[in-house]
């Protein structure tokens, strides 16, 4: 039995403690979501306030677009949507609104959204990751609330403000379009899990959305959840995968060195007209010439020129030689064919023949062979 090496051994137990230790320690993180993600637990997430438009209010989530028609006093609301890229998107959305339903959008900033004005406003400027606590006003009360976003709408004559801050500035308005209207605002951070029982901004939520109206509530699928975010590689799989991965590689190397596999360059092999014609042939005489085996040397050049022959012409091995060198005759420069047969068969018949009748003999074999090869 094959000892196994213990280089190989120490490794290989080394991998398998890794693979233990981090299957055995390894802590999945948390999931991670979105900022407004309808189904998000975390503190960034509206699930709270999505729960709670459930139950309270039978609201429900749509995963398509409003077809003019088929919607038809409804409630929709859509937290925090990326801007739409193609405009029957917004037509629809438009279409929808026209036909006497309620879009409530919350975004921070929704400029150029439905066509909306927003602005920037300075006086907002706060210590990055600070937010305080301010009073904005609503139907003329005050309310206590974090503002997060820095920008404001601006109103148009018709629109009616529903929130705005101490200098006046909108936060947010409703529109009238068509028959039905729609209403933005640009605090979405006022609904979020941590924040909506905070300060008044359950209260505010009550201004802004119009829950004593009946109606069927729908939660639009283009909300901040349902935007597909793209995730980092190295994040597709949990740790403990790459780490399996790893390790799976490191024993596949040491299997195959243990095996005897080297790694190193890839060298071309050469043409096989190359390896087993003339180099092979001044090898062999090579080392018939140091070796003094003179004879076998020329019993070899032979037989293989009598293969060539065979396989070149049909001519079979059991042929005399002066049969053979007539069959050949016309392409070969020797034109004495029987000479050379002849003396071809006395030198079957020596035992040994010495080093000038070896290098004369392989010289003529070489420029009969080099001519049948050639025909």
Same mark, same amino acid.
């Given at each position: 039995?094959?000892?196994? =090496? $213990?280089?190989?051994?120490? &490794?290989?137990?080394?991998? /398998?403690?890794?693979?233990?230790?981090?299957?055995?320690?390894?802590?999945?993180?948390?999931?991670?979501?979105?900022?407004?993600?309808?189904?998000?637990?975390? $503190?960034?997430?509206?699930?709270?306030?999505?729960?709670?438009?459930?139950?309270?209010? %039978?609201?429900?989530?749509?995963?398509?677009?409003?077809?003019?028609? =088929?919607?038809?006093?409804?409630?929709?609301?859509?937290?925090?949507?990326?801007?739409?890229?193609?405009?029957?998107?917004? @037509?629809?959305?438009?279409?929808?609104?026209?036909?006497? =339903?309620?879009?409530?959008?919350?975004?921070?900033?929704?400029? +150029?959204?439905?066509?909306?004005?927003?602005?920037?406003?300075?006086?907002?400027?706060?210590?990055?990751?600070?937010?305080? @606590?301010?009073?904005?006003?609503?139907?003329?009360?005050?309310?206590?609330?974090?503002?997060?976003?820095?920008?404001?709408?601006?109103?148009? $004559?018709?629109?009616?403000?529903?929130?705005?801050?101490?200098?006046?500035?909108?936060?947010?308005?409703?529109?009238?379009?068509?028959?039905?209207?729609?209403?933005?605002?640009?605090? &979405?951070?006022?609904?979020?899990?941590?924040? /909506?029982?905070?300060? =008044?901004?359950?209260?505010?939520?009550?201004?802004?959305?119009?829950?004593? +109206?009946?109606?069927?509530?729908?939660?639009?699928?283009?909300?901040? %959840?349902?935007?597909?975010?793209?995730?980092?590689?190295?994040?597709?799989?949990?740790?403990?995968?790459?780490?399996?991965?790893?390790?799976?590689?490191?024993?596949?190397?040491?299997?195959?060195?243990?095996?005897?596999? *080297?790694?190193?360059?890839?060298?071309?092999?050469?043409?096989?007209?190359?390896?087993?014609?003339?180099?092979?042939? #001044?090898?062999?005489?090579?080392?018939?010439?140091?070796?003094?085996?003179? #004879?076998?040397?020329?019993? #070899?050049?032979?037989?293989?020129?009598?293969?060539? /022959?065979?396989?070149?012409?049909?001519?079979?091995?059991?042929?005399?030689?002066?049969? *053979?060198?007539?069959?050949?005759?016309?392409?070969?420069?020797? #034109?004495?064919?029987?000479?050379?047969?002849?003396?071809?068969?006395?030198?079957?018949?020596?035992?040994?023949?010495?080093?000038?009748?070896?290098?004369?003999?392989?010289?003529?074999?070489?420029?009969?062979?080099?001519?049948? @090869?050639?025909?």
């Amino acid at each position: 039995m094959r000892r196994i =090496n $213990p280089a190989v051994l120490y &490794p290989l137990f080394l991998v /398998i403690v890794l693979v233990l230790v981090t299957i055995f320690t390894y802590k999945e993180e948390a999931k991670q979501y979105p900022p407004f993600a309808m189904d998000s637990p975390s $503190p960034t997430g509206t699930k709270a306030i999505v729960t709670y438009l459930q139950e309270n209010l %039978d609201a429900k989530i749509d995963e398509e677009l409003p077809s003019e028609g =088929n919607n038809l006093n409804q409630i929709r609301v859509l937290i925090d949507p990326a801007l739409f890229s193609k405009i029957e998107v917004e @037509e629809a959305y438009l279409d929808f609104i026209e036909s006497g =339903n309620t879009l409530v959008v919350l975004k921070e900033n929704p400029d +150029e959204l439905f066509d909306i004005q927003s602005e920037y406003s300075f006086q907002t400027l706060t210590v990055v990751g600070e937010a305080e @606590e301010t009073t904005v006003f609503a139907d003329n009360e005050p309310f206590q609330a974090t503002i997060f976003s820095n920008f404001r709408i601006t109103p148009s $004559p018709d629109d009616t403000v529903l929130v705005e801050d101490e200098s006046g500035d909108a936060i947010a308005i409703e529109r009238n379009i068509g028959d039905g209207k729609l209403i933005v605002s640009t605090e &979405p951070g006022w609904i979020t899990n941590h924040f /909506i029982l905070s300060s =008044n901004h359950l209260e505010l939520f009550q201004e802004i959305a119009p829950l004593d +109206e009946d109606g069927e509530w729908v939660l639009d699928s283009l909300s901040a %959840d349902h935007v597909s975010a793209s995730i980092p590689i190295y994040e597709v799989y949990h740790g403990w995968v790459y780490i399996i991965i790893f390790c799976g590689a490191v024993l596949t190397l040491l299997f195959l060195w243990y095996q005897g596999k *080297r790694f190193g360059p890839v060298h071309v092999r050469r043409e096989d007209i190359v390896r087993y014609s003339n180099e092979r042939i #001044k090898a062999i005489s090579i080392w018939h010439v140091k070796g003094k085996h003179y #004879k076998e040397a020329i019993d #070899k050049q032979l037989d293989y020129l009598k293969e060539i /022959i065979r396989a070149r012409f049909g001519v079979p091995l059991h042929h005399s030689w002066q049969d *053979r060198l007539q069959h050949i005759q016309k392409f070969l420069t020797i #034109k004495n064919i029987d000479e050379l047969s002849h003396q071809i068969s006395e030198l079957e018949q020596k035992d040994a023949v010495n080093k000038q009748e070896f290098l004369a003999w392989s010289k003529w074999l070489d420029e009969i062979r080099e001519e049948v @090869e050639q025909k």
